[in-house]
């Protein structure tokens, strides 16, 4: 059992220190959570992706194992098709992985934009579950099974500190989500377990392109125009950071931004 006196392992806080890893993924269908899955399958990592729609997620394996060897084990990549904040699901996964090192959570939906006035304490609830309940429960799930060392990361978005109208409901979870990173952070330090966050920008995914206005590649090129480097950024360099924080054994309780620069901007 991992107490206060366990050490953390040091290790190379280069990605190609994540070789022989296992890493659950949590909403790793498509975006982020997709790309960092071909990462951390193209270092060496076993990676178990987990994602609702069925017909996504085997596609998403079949990309991931294509990041791999040809002599590759037939368990180096896992599906487990269901919904991340279930606990049935969250078990599946876990027991399939069998020792994990690393968790990823990404968020996969942007609702319940509108008015506070138009708000309702349901359509709350409703949000409440699906965007920060995951989170719980992969906190839950994550606690009772990391080594010391191993790693929860969860994803925020630069609108939590850069508002605009209309997103109190979504945004008032997206900054509980990065409190909930620094509480779990010293809640779980005694077993030395880490947590972080990654607060993205504008990144290019089928997330994004689902917005009005930004389903195009001239959309998507204007969105980004603005930004000090000119361009929105893409699913690898979004899943790249939070292979640092997997790979980085003395990072805990960080809020990481990766948006271009996007928030120097007024």
Do not use: C, K
């Not at 996964?93 to 939906?109: E, I, K, M, P, Y």
């Not at 630069?158 to 979870?173: D, I, K, N």
């Not at 930004?214 to 969105?223: K, T, Y």
């Not at 125009?225 to 640092?244: I, K, M, Q, Y």
């Amino acid at each position: 059992m991992t107490t206060a006196s366990t050490p953390v392992p040091v290790r190379s806080p280069l990605p190609t220190g994540l070789a022989g890893a296992t890493a659950v993924l949590i909403g790793a269908s498509s975006g982020i959570g997709l790309a960092a899955g071909v990462l951390l399958r193209s270092v060496g990592a076993r990676v178990v992706l987990v994602g609702r729609d069925p017909g996504r997620l085997e596609a998403a394996v079949a990309r991931v194992r294509e990041a791999g060897q040809e002599d590759d084990p037939g368990d180096a990549v896992v599906g487990v098709s269901g919904d991340g904040g279930d606990q049935r699901t969250l078990d599946e996964a876990f027991d399939r992985a069998g020792h994990t090192d690393h968790v990823l959570v990404t968020a996969g939906s942007i609702s319940g934009a509108g008015p506070v006035s138009e708000v309702s304490r349901d359509g709350l609830g409703a949000l409440l579950g699906d965007r920060l309940w995951p989170a719980f429960a992969a906190a839950r799930a994550a606690a009772a099974r990391l080594p010391a060392g191993g790693s929860l990361t969860f994803s925020s978005g630069t609108l939590v500190v850069r508002p605009v109208p209309g997103m109190s409901a979504p945004l008032s979870l997206g900054g509980a989500v990065e409190t909930l990173t620094r509480a779990l952070a010293v809640e779980l330090a005694p077993a030395r377990q880490r947590v972080n966050a990654v607060r993205y920008g504008m990144i290019d995914t089928p997330l994004l392109r689902s917005l009005p206005g930004v389903d195009s590649d001239e959309g998507v090129a204007a969105a980004g125009a603005n930004a000090p480097l000119g361009r929105v950024g893409t699913a690898e360099e979004a899943a790249a950071s939070a292979l640092f924080l997997m790979a980085n054994s003395y990072v805990t309780g960080q809020v990481i931004t990766v948006d271009g620069g996007a928030t120097l901007t007024g």
